[in-house]
């Protein structure tokens, strides 16, 4: 009894997985001979499935090249060309003190009228139009101004930063902050 049972489990067992994946197609749509004779099924029989199976064909993901057939960019491609890419720069210098910010319209010291919306900040003795990647000690959080104006002139502080970039680092509720900052050239 054992051993029929045994040959009935590895018989099933190799039955359905042929019958899920098709295979019985390839043998012209017949049943083996350990399966139990089925009730005559109403559909007409299907045709045999070809003996060969196609190769498989490799997916790659979009590159920035056209296509041959269209000559046309794949859409990551096109993306990627309107994006501008972001200069790198490199540290020179590095600081920290206590910043804080304003926002009145005002000239500058670099002759254009001030914009508290612009990612601008104020120093003393930093070169105009200079990069500074500032970062708020209190959370972590930075930004990259560019120098335009001169100031501030409060002891400890050696930033005044534009009222945007304050809000960037998270500092407009505080009004003055810790910072740490970097002065950046291209590279």
Not at 55 to 75: D, V
Not at 100 to 120: C, I, K, M, N, V
Request: aromatic share 4%; charged share 20%.
């Amino acid at each position: 009894m054992r051993a029929c049972f045994r040959t009935l489990l590895i018989v099933s067992s190799m039955a359905v997985p042929a019958a899920a994946t098709g295979a019985w197609a390839a043998t012209g749509g017949t049943e083996s001979p350990t399966q139990r004779p089925r009730a005559a099924d109403p559909t007409p029989s299907r045709p045999a499935a070809p003996t060969t199976t196609p190769a498989p064909t490799e997916t790659s993901a979009p590159t920035a090249s056209a296509s041959p057939r269209t000559g046309t960019k794949s859409p990551q491609a096109a993306l990627e060309a309107r994006e501008p890419r972001k200069p790198r720069y490199r540290v020179i210098d590095t600081g920290a003190c206590q910043a804080s910010y304003y926002w009145d319209p005002q000239p500058t010291a670099s002759g254009e009228r001030f914009d508290p919306e612009a990612l601008t900040a104020a120093h003393k003795t930093l070169p105009m139009h200079s990069r500074v990647r500032v970062t708020n000690k209190n959370n972590g959080r930075s930004v990259v101004v560019r120098i335009n104006d001169r100031g501030p002139y409060i002891a400890g502080r050696c930033l005044d930063l534009s009222r945007a970039a304050m809000r960037t680092v998270g500092g407009t509720g505080a009004g003055v902050i810790p910072v740490e900052y970097q002065v950046l050239a291209k590279d």
